[in-house]
């Protein structure tokens, strides 16, 4: 059974870094791409960055771009979002999210349950 | 950016009703593209893929259609369980985007 858990979350103030983990098991990592997807409180999805199976290709949205990094380690089945200069129009749950292709260009097969990001003063 | 425009927002049917929700994309996609359901206090799950093909365990009533920028989710005869929110998302392009959703609600 695929299992994406996310952890990291948290209150924090503007300005400051948070740093995202996902827990992934039941497939093989390194054979699918990754991705962060991020819902506001009862707002839509965005997809905010993916990352290629060896890490070789990564991808941002312009809203995060320059200020989030993504990164995985496929020795420990983990993928991490490091997030910079928070803003508090980042507030959102962030889904760690398995692509079905070894490419960025995926669909998103499973997701993990989220993990709640608040930036407020 | 692609943007994709879903149709209607909202969405009030009776159980066992016939069902079509729209997604238009800004630019053609091809077929990249993939529908999902949101139920409440629930993460999305997989639909359907490649404009039409349905992902592992997903009901037969459920089929999408459709290519380039205009695309469709059909649900046959409408179950409770099925209220929920639907997004489509193309990833022909990146930024890999979503709709806004449709809301789909039992009347």
Redesign the interface.
């Known amino acids: 059974e695929v299992q994406l858990v996310e952890s990291g979350g948290g209150l924090v103030q503007p300005g400051r870094s948070l740093r995202l983990s996902c827990a992934a098991s039941g497939f093989t990592f390194d054979d699918y791409a990754m991705?962060w997807v991020r819902q506001a409180p009862g707002k839509?999805?965005?997809?905010v960055s993916?990352i290629s199976l060896n890490g070789g290709t990564t991808?941002?949205?312009?809203s995060v771009k320059g200020r989030f990094t993504i990164s995985r380690d496929n020795a420990k089945n983990s993928l991490y979002l490091q997030m910079n200069s928070l803003r508090e129009e980042d507030t959102a749950l962030y889904?760690c999210v398995k692509g079905?292709d070894i490419s960025?260009?995926?669909?998103?097969?499973?997701?993990?349950?989220?993990a709640l990001v608040t930036v407020s003063s | 950016d692609r943007v994709l425009t879903q149709s209607p927002a909202t969405l009030s049917v009776s159980p066992g009703e016939r069902v079509t929700l729209s997604c238009r994309a800004s630019q053609s996609i091809g077929r990249h593209l993939a529908w999902y359901q949101q139920k409440p206090g629930q993460s999305p799950r997989l639909l359907i893929y490649g404009a039409s093909t349905r992902a592992t365990g997903i009901p037969t009533r459920f089929s999408g259609g459709g290519s380039g920028t205009e695309f469709t989710l059909t649900v046959t005869s409408l179950q409770s369980e099925d209220l929920a929110l639907y997004y489509c998302q193309q990833y022909d392009h990146w930024p890999l985007t979503f709709g806004g959703g449709t809301k789909v609600e039992i009347k």
């Open positions: 991705h839509g999805l965005e997809c993916g991808a941002y949205a312009d889904y079905n960025i260009w995926s669909v998103f097969d499973y997701w993990g349950q989220g």
